[in-house]
């Protein structure tokens, strides 16, 4: 199993960056995909999920501002996000969950917001 995360980089704050997470190895369409993040001396933390029927959730501070999106066919979902403030600055991570005993994660992908 394989998740490739993409898209990261340095943006100024309220700009937009799209980041990819490519998966492999398994049946994707039936995994629950999660955007986590984690910044320097803080835990990880959810910051958007969309299940196989692609309902979505998302963190109260993220709301409004990301959406998460994936395409079954690329087997690859997608976080794009908008009005990105310093405070989003973290490493970005993909994870695939198949219940709570089964998942997998990224490498993860770093976002720096400049203010």
């Known amino acids: 199993v394989l998740l490739v995360e993409s898209g990261g980089g340095l943006v100024q704050a309220g700009g937009s960056l799209r980041l990819s997470c490519a998966a492999s190895g398994i049946t994707f369409s039936i995994y629950t995909m999660a955007w986590y993040r984690q910044a320097p001396k803080k835990q990880r933390e959810m910051v958007a999920t969309i299940t196989s029927g692609s309902e979505t959730n998302y963190a109260d501070s993220v709301k409004g501002r990301f959406a998460i999106s994936r395409d079954n066919a690329k087997d690859t979902v997608y976080l794009q996000m908008n009005s990105l403030k310093p405070e989003d600055t973290a490493v970005y991570y993909c994870?695939?969950?198949?219940?709570?005993?089964?998942?997998?994660w990224g490498q993860g992908t770093q976002v720096t917001v400049s203010s």
């Open positions: 994870k695939a969950e198949l219940g709570v005993a089964l998942f997998y």
